[in-house]
């Protein structure tokens, strides 16, 4: 039982990592032409996908799987879900091009991250050394995977104020509880 903790404790850290993005706060149709349209449209998208990333905020995965594995399954199925409908969203956003690397990183960190999400949860059907096995096998991408994500703090000082400004990422943190 301790070894299906510590697969949802690597579950919960990632649920984590990326929802403590959302301070970084998107709806993704649309062309970004100056910084305040795409800090907009990055908060847009974030509140566009509030409700299923306050459920990854509020839920105790770890807890959940230790007593209802089924449910913590599902947890994570959603999450997995969220993460890549909002990975699609963001891919959408054609970001200035002075925030480009920066940008693709966030996409590719909840793209990898509802992925890496969904590798988790196939390894609660094996047998746990096999489990245990691949889960140290994806211990590089969990790796990267924190990389990326520290890499979104990586935008410029002045997007940085316009994300604490906008009112639609103000939203999305009181949603959120960050």
Known sequence: MKERLGVAGLALMLVLLATGVAAACGDGAEEAKTPEAY???ICDSFGKHGEGLQELVSTDIEQELGSDIEAGRKIMSDASVTLQDLAKDLDKIRPPADVQQQHQQMVSAFSTGAETL?????LLDKPLSEAMKELEDLEPRLQELDEA???????????QGLFESEPKCQEVEELLGS
Do not use: L, Q
């Open 39 to 41: 800090v907009r449209s």
């Open 149 to 159: 994500f520290a890499a979104i703090g990586d935008f410029p000082a002045d997007y």
């Open 118 to 122: 969904r590798k988790i949860n196939e």
